[in-house]
């Protein structure tokens, strides 16, 4: 469905991401979760934008969404977490000829990979799709210290005391964040806040999420009127 898993040793590979948090700005993504899709009109623009393969996996994103929908979130967040760990993970500049391009969840779906900041993207607008309230879900910037990278995963707090469960493509099993040794947190943000993250915690509130220009950028692009083309085709 999805296509063949990548090699473990490509799944130790995480992205590139500069740590410009101060330097950001301009406008926030709204966060709400998306309603009434147009699942025909969806289904039919992926498939003839990407291929028929994309269109099976279109289709099987929105049986997630049905099969998933009045689920806890604790099944939620593992057969979200699940079905995107199953697409490939790529280079922004060997997918898309950009050295830090933000794809969209439809993107994501379409060519099916991408790397950290895609997997974690596509998983926090699932969520969002699926009821799951904004207010737990936090993409999330680490040092990956196995690597001496940063990276990008999707965290989980159940309540906004609770130690946050990390949806990773490098390690596939959901895990508190106190069992992430290797991960150290940098900053965090959902469509509305930011936190600089100083502890595997909730972070120090740092103003509005507006501080990411990446946001502005893949607000407008989202859905799928405005899908873009990789360089490479991965099936």
């Known amino acids: 469905m999805i296509g063949r898993l990548y090699k473990l ?16 700005s301009v406008s926030c993504l709204y966060a709400a979760p998306l309603k009434q899709l ?30 998933a929908k009045d689920l806890q979130d604790s099944d939620k967040i593992l057969m979200v977490n699940n079905f995107f760990n199953l697409f490939h993970f790529v280079d922004d500049i060997k997918l898309w000829g950009n050295k830090n391009y933000w794809a969209t969840p439809m993107e994501f779906i379409g060519v099916s990979g991408g790397d950290c900041e895609d997997f974690s993207i596509a ?3 699932t969520l969002l799709q699926l009821g ?18 940063y990276h990008m995963v999707l965290a989980y707090y159940e309540t906004p005391s609770s130690i946050p469960l990390v949806l990773d493509n490098l390690d596939k099993q959901i895990k508190p964040a106190t069992q992430r040794t290797d991960l150290l947190p940098v900053y965090s ?3 509305r806040q930011l936190w600089l993250n100083k502890e595997k915690g909730r972070g120090v509130l740092a103003g509005s999420s507006s501080k990411l220009a990446k946001w502005n950028d893949l ?4 859905g799928v009127e405005r899908l873009n083309q990789p360089k490479i085709k991965l099936e």
Do not use: P
Not at 11 to 23: G, H, M, P, R, S
Not at 132 to 149: F, G, H, P
Not at 219 to 222: D, F, T
């Open 9 to 24: 040793k490509k799944l130790q590979k995480v992205c590139q991401f500069k740590l410009t948090v101060l330097a950001l």
């Open 38 to 67: 147009d699942t025909a009109h969806i289904t039919q623009t992926i498939e003839s934008q990407y291929g028929e393969r994309a269109g099976k996996r279109i289709r099987a994103w929105f049986k997630i969404l049905d099969d």
């Open 123 to 125: 998983k926090y607008f």
């Open 132 to 149: 799951v309230s904004e207010d737990k879900l936090r993409i999330t910037m680490v040092k990956a210290t196995s690597v001496n990278q």
């Open 189 to 191: 943000f959902n469509g």
């Open 219 to 222: 607000k407008h692009r989202l």
